[in-house]
């Protein structure tokens, strides 16, 4: 048994990030996790492994389809799937363990096994009591799947069975135009699944500013993904290794099914706090689950914290980050700020989509005057050359004073662009702040500055 000034339960991205701040402000710390390796859903079964099969599987399309243009010539491409998955684990164990040494780094100790909370001030793990003063809920989240469909991982999988499937199905069947459904659904497509993707919405990736979806699902289904839209999955049967999926399309109420060699659900999260004893603590959570907390992550009973997947918010690594880093610098006294208004959502298909502020269907709603900038990357001379020019970046900014509001982009590294207008959005920039800054030629950057002049006296290259 050992005495901690904090100890955090999960390793993920809010706790692990949460841990280093803790410990560099000169906390006594411990972190717990259950799983074999360190990193939580987003190193092990989430990000990281999705990301590594989503650039392996653009490079393949890019050999395929692009190569021969630029006189690179020679032997097709094929797919060695137990490679492309060797590939896949190295670059988990590669981050996995970095957060390893990252925790040694800063005596962060790792309590290994599942933790639970007997009483406020202790967390036990295995058979050992600790005592802690502050105790930080990280535990992330779990897959929700739907009533009627039961998810096995061999042949009705999640995002987890999805990253590692024994070969490539011929049908994919995705089941919830969201993220995972979307990254994933392209991963399979690029190596050769037939997927089709079948959404309760008449829109892909719900949420997102409206001309983006519709972009965005006519490049998806150009690429060859075939979509059901408006259409509610009743349920999926299995039969020797396949499935048939049946769903009601709601404009009509007939029902339909599609056949399938495998099954993505991909149909939401829902915080996972299984075990922790949360209910005999009074800690007190949300009709959907969340730990509730205040504007210093505090729950309702004292010395109990909780940050990232586990409370509101989007369920996403980046904000479960700066949650973790502002919970451990309010335990050290700080005054520490999230600001939820500018946290950017990616989403790694290719093109990429990049979304932060608000959208134009919220200002609408808000009734806020605003006005739109917008830039082809057909006019950028870097896409071009690199194939890349599908897409736009529009940025919206407030009509009377210029300030930004929102940026949305559809195009090449797309997650990497939008930081810019993060930054100027951060600063309370004005949409002319953006335009009268001096970008490099060429760059993709140069979209985001002619969409910023779009929203004065007008791009250059329109
Ligand atoms: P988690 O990462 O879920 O970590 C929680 C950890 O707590 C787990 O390791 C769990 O084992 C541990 N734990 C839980 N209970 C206990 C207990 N009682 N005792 C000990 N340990 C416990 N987000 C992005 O921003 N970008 C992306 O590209 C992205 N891609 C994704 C792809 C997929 C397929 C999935 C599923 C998710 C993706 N996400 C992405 C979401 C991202 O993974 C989560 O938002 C993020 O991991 C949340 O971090 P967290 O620290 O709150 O929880
Ligand atoms: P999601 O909430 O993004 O999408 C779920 C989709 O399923 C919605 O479009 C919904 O309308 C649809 N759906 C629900 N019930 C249905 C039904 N009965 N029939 C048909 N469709 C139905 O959830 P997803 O994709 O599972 O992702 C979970 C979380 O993981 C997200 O919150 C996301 O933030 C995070 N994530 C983030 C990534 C990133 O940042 N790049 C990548 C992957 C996941």
């Not at 410990?23 to 360190?38: F, H, N, P, W, Y």
């Not at 005596?107 to 036990?124: F, H, M, R, T, Y």
């Not at 208004?341 to 959208?359: L, Q």
């Not at 009734?367 to 599908?390: E, H, L, P, Q, T």
Request: glycine share 12%; proline share 3%.
């Amino acid at each position: 048994m050992a005495n901690y000034d904090v100890i955090i339960i999960g390793s993920g991205p809010g706790g692990y990030v949460c841990a280093i701040r803790c410990a560099q402000l000169g906390l006594k710390t411990a972190i717990v996790e259950g799983r074999e390796t360190l990193g939580g859903t987003c190193l092990n079964v989430g990000c990281i492994p999705s990301k590594a099969l989503l650039h392996a599987s653009h490079m393949l399309h890019e050999a395929q389809h692009n190569f021969a243009a630029m006189g690179l010539k020679g032997k097709t491409q094929s797919v060695d799937w137990k490679q492309m998955q060797a590939y896949k684990d190295d670059v988990i164990g590669q981050n996995t363990k970095g957060v390893e040494f990252l925790m040694k780094k800063n005596n962060v100790d790792w309590l290994k096994g599942w933790g639970s909370i007997p009483a406020a001030g202790q967390v036990k793990v295995g058979d050992e009591v600790h005592e802690a003063k502050n105790i930080i809920i990280a535990s992330g989240s779990e897959v929700s799947s739907l009533p009627g469909v039961e998810i096995d991982e061999k042949t009705v999988v999640s995002s987890t069975g999805a990253l590692e499937l024994k070969k490539i199905p011929n049908k994919l069947v995705v089941i919830g135009a969201g993220v995972i459904g979307l990254e994933l659904g392209s991963v399979y497509s690029r190596l050769g699944s037939e997927v089709t993707v079948v959404e309760f919405l008449d829109a892909v990736t719900p949420g997102m500013d409206g001309e983006i979806q519709r972009v965005f699902q006519r490049t998806l289904k150009k690429q060859g993904i075939n979509f059901v839209m408006g259409a509610a999955v009743q349920g999926v049967k299995t039969k020797g290794g396949k499935a048939t999926v049946t769903y009601k399309l709601r404009k009509d109420d007939s029902e339909a099914t599609v056949d399938a060699d495998t099954v993505l659900v991909a149909t939401g999260r829902r915080p996972y706090v299984d075990g922790l004893g949360l209910d005999a603590l009074g800690v007190e959570r949300s009709e959907r689950g969340q730990i509730k907390t205040d504007g210093n992550y505090a729950t309702n009973v004292a010395g109990i914290y909780a940050i990232g997947d586990c409370i509101d918010g989007p369920m996403l690594a980046h904000k479960a980050e700066d949650e973790g880093m502002a919970c451990a610098e309010g335990l050290a006294g700080q005054k520490p700020h999230v600001n939820y208004g500018v946290i950017p959502g990616v989403i790694y298909t290719h093109p990429e989509v990049a979304n932060v502020g608000k959208t134009e269907e919220q200002l609408n709603e808000e009734g806020i005057d605003y006005k739109v900038g917008k830039f082809s990357f057909m006019g950028n001379g870097r896409a071009k050359a690199n194939f890349a020019s599908d897409g736009f970046v529009k940025l919206l900014a407030d009509k009377a004073t210029d300030r930004i509001l929102g940026a949305h982009i559809i195009g090449p590294m797309a997650g990497d662009l939008i930081h810019e207008v993060c930054v100027a959005m951060e600063f309370g920039a004005a949409a002319e702040d953006l335009a009268r800054t001096c970008h490099a030629h060429p760059t993709y950057s140069e979209a985001v500055r002619e969409a910023a002049l779009a929203c004065g006296d007008g791009a250059i290259h329109a």
